[in-house]
T-cell receptor, first 114, second 120 residues
Framework: AQSVAQPEDQVNVAEGNPLTVKCTYS??????LFWYVQYPNRGLQFLLK??????LVKGSYGFEAEFNKSQTSFHLKKPSALVSDSALYFCAVRDPQAGTALIFGKGTTLSVSS | DAGVIQSPRHEVTEMGQEVTLRCKPISGHNSLFWYRQTMMRGLELLIYFNNNVPIDDSGMPEDRFSAKMPNASFSTLKIQPSEPRDSAVYFCASSLSQGAASWSPNQPQHFGDGTRLSIL
């Protein structure tokens, strides 16, 4: 069965510092991986995806994520955090062979202090 | 461009009442998803439609929940009768699918702003 784990409920980082939000996954085949962000009282917004190809994926708002097949990870990164990046971040996975929709992680709250 | 539109944004009602949540997907999108978000369980997929046809409703918690998509521009999620444990934020999302029976994973899902449902 496919699953996705976000091991940290909260990540705290100072503005200007690099940030990493962790995600690990489990699927039987090659995964499709996604990151979404949710601001208060809003729906989820798509940030980036990995389907195939280059392991480093660049997305919206300066975010990027690195697909690591051997570690079954897809960590979200940004070189320099902004206070406005503070939000709830979701990792999601789909096993294309399973024929199901996305499975979301529990979410990680990112707090960027000024 | 208009995004996914959900109504109402907030709903407060007493247990036992019927609740109907509405969703208008992005024009041209042919896959539609209903999710429920709670603190305890996170984001759960309830059901998704492709070309107005329900493809996977395995996430619908009970027979009290039902969803319809009578046309490409409208969907409803109904709870009858409602219970306090149904209190949650319900999201609708849409995307563009290239397949007949499944959504296309390389197309992102676009979410509405949700309906915050409180059952007293």
């Amino acid at each position: 069965a496919q699953s996705v784990a976000q091991p940290e409920d909260q990540v705290n980082v100072a503005e200007g510092n690099p940030l990493t939000v962790k995600c690990t996954y489990s699927v039987s085949g090659n995964p499709y991986l996604f990151w979404y962000v949710q601001y208060p009282n809003r729906g989820l917004q798509f940030l980036l995806k990995y389907i195939t190809g280059d392991n480093l994926v660049k997305g919206s708002y300066g975010f990027e994520a690195e697909f690591n097949k051997s570690q079954t990870s897809f960590h979200l990164k940004k070189p320099s955090a902004l206070v406005s990046d503070s939000a709830l971040y979701f990792c999601a996975v789909r096993d294309p062979q399973a024929g199901t929709a996305l499975i979301f992680g529990k979410g990680t709250t990112l707090s960027v202090s000024s | 461009d208009a995004g996914v539109i959900q109504s109402p944004r907030h709903e407060v009602t007493e247990m036992g009442q019927e609740v109907t949540l509405r969703c208008k997907p992005i024009s041209g999108h042919n896959s539609l998803f209903w999710y429920r978000q709670t603190m305890m369980r996170g984001l759960e997929l309830l059901i998704y439609f492709n070309n107005n046809v329900p493809i996977d409703d395995s996430g619908m918690p009970e027979d009290r929940f039902s969803a319809k998509m009578p046309n490409a521009s409208f969907s409803t999620l109904k709870i009858q009768p409602s219970e306090p444990r149904d209190s949650a934020v319900y999201f609708c999302a849409s995307s563009l699918s290239q397949g007949a029976a499944s959504w296309s994973p390389n197309q992102p899902q676009h979410f509405g702003d949700g309906t915050r449902l409180s059952i007293l």
